[in-house]
């Protein structure tokens, strides 16, 4: 199975996303679908069943991580892949740790992740000949993230696809009000 971990926007702001992108940008060859939108937060692979099991076993035995917003507000391209992106101008510690704990999971069973610094962002667009000009309406997308997902990433005839496999929970955080 080839596999990541990411977050999945809800549906309300996959489709607002979707249309942000077809009235700010020119049309694009390949643009990703907006059921395909997600922020990956590890890219594993192709994966074992033994694999699996055993990032699962890891997972429900992390330390808990609170839930967070997730803030869509900048837009990225990048040139060798020729993907246009939307990304976070200050990503939370909370997601940053979640994805810095996924990718630990993973090394210490034996999976071998790429080794650069992790940028959130949500690819809108692939096989972009050319970085594509500036949006004409500025992005801004926030939800509320209160769990992830361990994708798998199925290939067809129309495309790549990603469906769900197994979902996990966030904590959830408590505010208190002075009575």
């Known amino acids: 199975m080839r596999a990541f971990f990411g ?19 020119p049309h694009f060859e390949a643009s990703v679908p907006a059921a395909n939108f997600h922020v990956t937060l590890a ?10 099991d055993a990032l699962c076993e890891g997972i429900d035995q992390m330390a808990e991580i609170y839930a967070f917003d997730v803030s869509l507000n900048q837009v990225g391209y ?3 892949p020729k993907a246009l992106w939307l990304g976070c101008k200050e990503t939370q510690s909370a997601h940053l740790q979640l994805a810095k704990t996924l990718s630990q999971i993973s090394n210490s069973i034996g999976l071998q992740l790429p080794k650069q610094d992790y940028i959130a962002h949500l690819t809108l667009a692939r096989k972009c000949s050319v970085n594509p ?12 993230n209160a769990e992830f ?18 979902t996990w929970p966030l904590a959830k955080q408590f505010a208190f009000k002075a009575v």
């Open 149 to 166: 997902h361990l994708y798998e990433s199925v290939s067809g005839k129309k495309g790549v696809s990603y469906h769900i496999r197994q």
């Open 43 to 52: 890219f594993l692979g192709q994966i074992s069943h033994k694999q699996l």
């Open 7 to 25: 977050l999945a926007p809800d549906v309300k702001t996959k489709l607002a996303i979707e249309g942000w992108r077809n009235k700010a940008f």
């Open 78 to 80: 990048w040139s060798k």
């Open 133 to 144: 000009p500036a949006a004409l309406i500025e992005p801004i997308f926030t939800w509320r």
